[in-house]
């Protein structure tokens, strides 16, 4: 298995491997993958595969990566506010908890429930919904009373060793 990644690697040696996220992004800007640096990492690891499999760098996202304009905490966060310019930060999340809390007072976090709340806001964003903070901490509140997620796909297991 290399221990750089290459071009002219195959897919399974990338997949065996495990990158760090600078590693990626280094090595999808230089191949050509447009905005590899404002990528996450489980984007740049199907765009680096995508590109292994046809030759070919293009961007795995249709969600905006340009963030323009007034931050949505400094409009004033309400459940009413449609969001346009999400800030991941304490003031977003104390918002959502505390609001949560008003609507399901015995809803507790769970592992896990940030990730895939992050998700469903780009998904219903890119598919041309227009969400509300109150979707957002309705969401939030499903995600918390939820049993069990559903496993997070991915393409290999890694063992750390001490």
Do not use: C
């Amino acid at each position: 298995m290399p221990n750089a990644l290459s071009p002219m690697m195959t897919l399974r040696d990338f997949e065996n491997g495990y990158w760090y996220v600078d590693q990626l992004k280094d090595f999808a800007e230089g191949i050509g993958i447009p905005a590899a640096k404002k990528l996450r990492k489980d984007e740049l690891e199907k765009a680096i595969v995508a590109f292994l499999r046809t030759g070919n760098a293009r961007l795995p996202t249709k969600r905006s990566l340009r963030k323009t304009g007034v931050k949505d905490v400094e409009r004033g966060l309400n459940l009413k506010l449609r969001i346009e310019n999400y800030t991941s930060n304490r003031e977003t999340k104390d918002f959502i908890v505390e609001q949560a809390r008003l609507m399901a007072p015995g809803v507790r976090e769970k592992s896990g429930v940030w990730y895939r709340l992050n998700r469903w806001r780009e998904e219903q964003i890119t598919s041309g919904e227009h969400p509300t903070y109150g979707d957002l901490v309705r969401q939030y509140i499903v995600l918390n009373k939820m049993q069990r997620f559903e496993r997070i796909p991915h393409g290999r297991y890694i063992n750390f060793r001490s």
